[in-house]
């Protein structure tokens, strides 16, 4: 069976996401901002969990309409065909938001939708009592400028949590947005991938993972496995299929360094849970002593940031040593993510390509130095 399925998406990671989907199989794969749109079979379902690396989750769309008064938010949602999907015992709890809407009281459009929704299976299942003892469905409900989206999530606990990040340092990178950052500065498996203000590690784990193709969620689970319509085969299949598709690049190899002995004995303990600690050199030293020793590399840090972990002069003056030691040199590429607006005058050259993200809520630019 064909589904309806969406991606939310931290703001500005759209195009990886809908690139790795079409690569994954998935068709009609449409894009607008924080969200992704595509359609797939269950092993689609299963494969985008398992495989995506920029998700943040994989939600089914039961269906979209117009609301801008709670008897047309309960009629709509009354309207779709919930019991494709949700048994006479599955739980299924209701979370979600609205934004520049009519109906702004999330509170209330929780309770409308439920009811609608339980008024829709009691009139199919004939049944006046639902226990949800079952399998749980969460229902996930958007309503942006009055359209209405209502969703079912199979992810569960958020893809970004991989498993094998149990330990990190005081402001870690979110993975989803670490892989991004390694999709934009267009890591290849045979690079050297350096990030001299490594914390926890993160950003290195999350290129050694994409450099040999290992899917980031083949050591988790997922909601979608307790779910009644798709075969616990095809999980098994898909990450059987995810192992396969493995392909370990001898040439690859990564290199972290930190002031921080605790965030880099985390660092460590996570790439040894993540399966790639002998990709990875970590190493105690300073920013201002970065050297790399190898004829090419790619350079990706998320250096502190003033609403952080430091004053905004002590970050000034990291910029400025940024500038110096990510000296140009050929074979090198120099990506740096940050929400200071001065960061092109006090590292000294201006950036070859920028690129607005997201980290957290905070409003950064990534800068791309290649040339």
């Not at 994409?210 to 085969?233: C, D, Q, T, V, Y």
């Not at 050297?291 to 910029?319: A, C, F, H, K, W």
Request: net charge neutral; with cysteine; charged share 25%.
């Amino acid at each position: 069976m064909e589904y309806n399925l969406t991606v939310p998406t931290l703001l500005g990671i759209e195009k990886p996401i809908a690139d790795e989907l079409k690569l994954m199989g998935a068709e009609n794969v449409t894009s607008e901002n924080g969200r992704v749109f595509f359609t797939g079979d269950e092993s689609i379902i299963a494969r985008a969990n398992i495989c995506s690396r920029f998700s943040e989750r994989v939600q089914i769309l039961v269906g979209s309409f117009t609301a801008k008064s709670f008897e047309e938010l309960f009629e709509g949602t009354r309207a779709l065909e919930w019991e494709k999907y949700i048994g006479k015992t599955d739980a299924f709890p209701v979370k979600g938001y609205s934004v520049s809407s009519t109906l702004f009281s999330v509170r209330d459009c929780q309770s409308i939708i439920k009811k609608a929704i339980v008024e829709r299976l009691k009139s199919k299942y004939n049944i006046e009592w639902f226990e949800e003892t079952g399998s749980i469905y969460q229902i996930q409900f958007s309503v942006m400028k009055d359209r209405v989206l209502l969703l079912i999530d199979t992810s569960g606990v958020a893809l970004h949590k991989r498993g094998y990040r149990l330990s990190a340092n005081e402001a870690p990178i979110k993975e989803t947005l670490a892989a991004a950052l390694c999709y934009f500065s267009r890591l290849r498996p045979y690079h050297k991938l350096y990030d001299p203000m490594c914390g926890s590690g993160t950003l290195l784990i999350e290129g050694a993972l994409m450099a040999h193709n290992i899917a980031p969620g083949l050591n988790r689970n997922f909601s979608a496995e307790r779910f009644s319509f798709i075969e616990r085969k095809i999980w098994d299949d898909e990450r059987q299929r995810a192992k396969e598709n493995i392909k370990y690049c001898e040439d690859f190899h990564a290199f972290g360094s930190d002031t921080d002995k605790n965030a880099l004995s985390f660092a460590r303990e996570n790439a040894k849970r993540a399966g790639v600690e002998k990709y990875i050199d970590f190493s105690l030293s300073d920013v201002k002593n970065f050297s790399p020793q190898t004829d090419r590399g790619t350079v990706i840090t998320n250096p502190p940031y003033g609403e952080r972990l430091m004053e905004s002069g002590e970050v000034d003056e990291l910029y400025r040593t940024l500038g110096r030691v990510f000296a140009q040199r050929h074979g090198f590429s120099y990506s740096v993510i940050t929400p200071h607006e001065n960061f092109e005058q006090l590292f000294g050259r201006t950036a070859d390509k920028r690129r607005k993200l997201y980290n957290g809520m905070i409003k950064c630019q990534l800068y791309m130095y290649f040339k």
